[in-house]
């Protein structure tokens, strides 16, 4: 079947997700009004999976966005697929309710598509501290994800968010929160970092086995924030291999750069906040790779983190010291 924006894909819980969704994250330097303006436009054009999350410090905009384009009769709410996130700093299960509020709150909806426990490590907010900042030592916490979970597990039952799931999980952590004792629901995707350099192969193996979707995210290289990203990582959307390849189609690097994502049959996140580079986006739904230029493609693979969070390696539950 041919994928176009408005494809969904059907998740293990039935409700469906559509395979591109717009991300919103910028750095805080960024005028927050940005978000907001890109997210309408965005709407606008068609995008209808939007992917945000507490820590990004925009719910208030995005939400803006969302109801002005409902109000405005561009959509309807239940066409739109909004993904929140629960940040590490909310993971004791009493904090776990007041973090899902606040984001429902700033957003001013009844509910939320999709729930995800933004990574599997706790942390704990500096005495003093309301945020978590980069310029700041980390604090760890030892709440385990499993009991996190069951809050999520709560929500969804409250019909407060469609479905739940878990973001930068490693094949262990996820087994461990398959085999937890009771578990109601399985996460219904992982959000992770995917792209030419990272392919995720054998995540992506072990996802399928489990009936949970693979969500890509910084498929064009990421936002290189310098708080987040090593800048002296190579820059993607500037590899000579994947220009060649997508001279040949006679498209952007962008473009191909996501097409490689979407054609292995994982969901792609692209943040852009240009009205161009929105629009651009959406041809990768106007071309098809060869399985020849898929396995060029295949061959950029260097298992690059772009976004490491290498604060949090001597955390226990820091996802990428395996290998996947
Ligand atoms: N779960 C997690 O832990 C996690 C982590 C990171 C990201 N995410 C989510 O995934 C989303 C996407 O990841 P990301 O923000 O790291 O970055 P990304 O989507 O890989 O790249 C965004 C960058 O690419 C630029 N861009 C967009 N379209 C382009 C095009 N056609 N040509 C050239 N440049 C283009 C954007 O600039 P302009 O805006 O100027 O176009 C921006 O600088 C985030 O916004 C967030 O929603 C989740």
Same mark, same amino acid.
Request: hydrophobic content about 40%; some cysteine.
């Given at each position: ?11 293990n ?9 717009l ?13 907001e ?23 208030v905009?995005?939400?803006n966005?969302?109801?002005a ?5 561009t959509?309807?709410r ?26 429902i ?11 995800l ?18 310029d700041?030592p ?9 009991d996190?979970?069951?809050? /999520?597990? &709560?929500? #969804?039952?409250?019909?407060?968010? @469609? %479905? ?9 952590? +996820?087994?461990?929160l ?19 350099y /990272?392919? &995720?192969? #054998?995540?992506?193996?072990?996802? @399928? %086995? ?9 498929? +064009?290289?990421s ?24 001279? #040949? ?26 009205v161009a ?9 106007d ?8 396995e ?29």
């Amino acid at each position: 079947m041919a994928l176009t924006k408005d494809t969904r894909i059907t998740l293990n819980d039935g409700n469906t997700m559509p395979v591109l969704g717009l991300g919103t994250y910028a750095a805080p330097d960024v005028p927050k009004i940005q978000a907001e303006e890109a997210t309408k436009i965005a709407i606008d054009l068609g995008y209808r999976h939007i992917d945000c999350a507490y820590v990004y410090n925009n719910e208030v905009q995005i939400g803006n966005a969302i109801r002005a384009k409902i109000a405005d009769g561009t959509v309807r709410r239940e066409d739109i697929f909004y993904t929140g996130k629960l940040y590490s700093t909310f993971f004791n299960p009493v904090l776990a309710r007041k973090g899902f509020e606040k984001s429902i709150q700033d957003l001013q909806l009844d509910y939320l598509d999709l729930f995800l426990l933004h990574w599997p490590f706790s942390l704990k907010l500096a005495e003093g501290e309301e945020s978590i900042s980069p310029d700041k030592p980390y604090v760890y916490d030892n709440v385990d994800f499993c009991d996190t979970w069951e809050v /999520l597990e &709560q929500l #969804k039952d409250a019909g407060l968010v @469609k %479905s739940i799931g878990v973001s930068n999980f490693n094949k262990r952590q +996820l087994e461990r929160l398959l085999s937890k004792p009771g578990l109601k629901y399985k996460p219904v995707c992982n959000q992770v970092e995917c792209h030419v350099y /990272l392919s &995720q192969s #054998k995540l992506q193996a072990y996802c @399928k %086995s489990k009936d949970i979707v693979l969500v890509a995210y910084s498929v +064009l290289g990421s936002h290189r924030d310098k708080d987040w990203v090593d800048l002296s990582t190579p820059v993607l959307l500037e590899d000579p291999v994947l220009a060649s390849v997508a001279a #040949k189609y006679n498209r952007s690097p962008a473009e191909v750069a996501m097409r490689f994502v979407l054609q292995k049959g994982i969901v792609v996140l692209a943040k852009s906040f240009s009205v161009a580079r929105l629009k651009q986006n959406l041809g990768v739904f106007d071309f098809e790779l060869k399985p020849e230029d898929m396995e060029t493609l295949e061959g950029l693979n260097k298992n690059l983190h772009y976004g490491a969070f290498k604060e949090m390696k001597q955390h226990p539950e820091y996802p990428f010291h395996e290998e996947y």
